[in-house]
Structure formats: structure tokens, C-alpha cells
Nanobody, 128 residues
Framework: VQLQASGGGLVQAGGSLRLSCAAS????????TGWFRQAPGKEREFVAA????????SYADSVKGRFTISRDNDKNTVYLQMNSLKPEDTAVYSC??????????????????????WGQGTLVTVSS
């Protein structure tokens, strides 16, 4: 599985961006997906996650009410809509996937160590 994250850029505080995570190379199965971010000098942190079915989501407290994660399984793409951006949201955002059996279609994964596949990251810079 290859993951391609895109959509990052420079935006003023209060602005919006939509990140995309496109998956390719899958032969079968469904996957739970998460977004993580890492700011300079800081450890990677959880941002948002969505189950393979799209029926459940989870958010870090710092982004609740501002970010929305969604997926289009027909396009093998997961999105992260980011509104009301703040300078502290500045980071490299990466997406990750973990295989999910049908019985796990509502499972959300918030621990980065549980993910099997990672994209390369896209830089989001929010100016004040």
C-alpha cells in the first residue's frame, strides 16, 4: 500500500485547508485511516482517525470542532478538512493506514504504533 498525502500549504490564521490521503497498491481489504502531525522539535501527535467504513471518527481535543475527517472509499481517498486554523497547527501532516477486517469496520485507531502503512507527509504552515 502506498499513501500520498497532499493539500498542504501556507495559510493565514483563521483560514482553511483540505488535506487528501490517496491510497494505491491495495489488492484487497479495507483500512482504518489516521492523520498525525509533527511540529518542529516536537513528537508526532494524533490528529484524527476514521474507521474503514467511515462510520466512526475520533479527534484530538486540540482540533475538535475545527477539523473534519472523511473518506471516499470509491476513490480510495481520506480527507482532512481543517478550518479556523491556528499558528499552533503548523506541522507536517501524515496519513497512515491499518488493515481492518469486516468485523472491525467501526474500529478507529489513535495509536500511531498500530498503523502499518505511512505516507510521506505534507507541510501545513499557518501564519499569524
Amino acid at each position: 500500500v502506498q499513501l500520498q498525502a497532499s493539500g498542504g500549504g501556507l495559510v493565514q490564521a483563521g483560514g482553511s485547508l483540505r488535506l487528501s490521503c490517496a491510497a494505491s497498491g491495495r489488492t484487497f481489504g479495507t483500512y482504518a485511516t489516521g492523520w498525525f502531525r509533527q511540529a518542529p522539535g516536537k513528537e508526532r501527535e494524533f490528529v484524527a482517525a476514521i474507521s474503514s467504513s467511515g462510520g466512526r471518527t475520533s479527534y484530538a481535543d486540540s482540533v475538535k470542532g475545527r477539523f473534519t475527517i472523511s473518506r471516499d472509499n470509491d476513490k480510495n481517498t481520506v480527507y482532512l478538512q481543517m478550518n479556523s486554523l491556528k499558528p499552533e497547527d503548523t506541522a507536517v501532516y501524515s496519513c497512515a493506514e491499518d488493515y481492518a477486517a469486516y468485523s472491525q469496520r467501526l474500529r478507529v485507531v489513535v495509536n500511531d504504533k498500530e498503523y502499518d502503512f505511512w505516507g510521506q507527509g505534507t507541510l501545513v504552515t499557518v501564519s499569524s
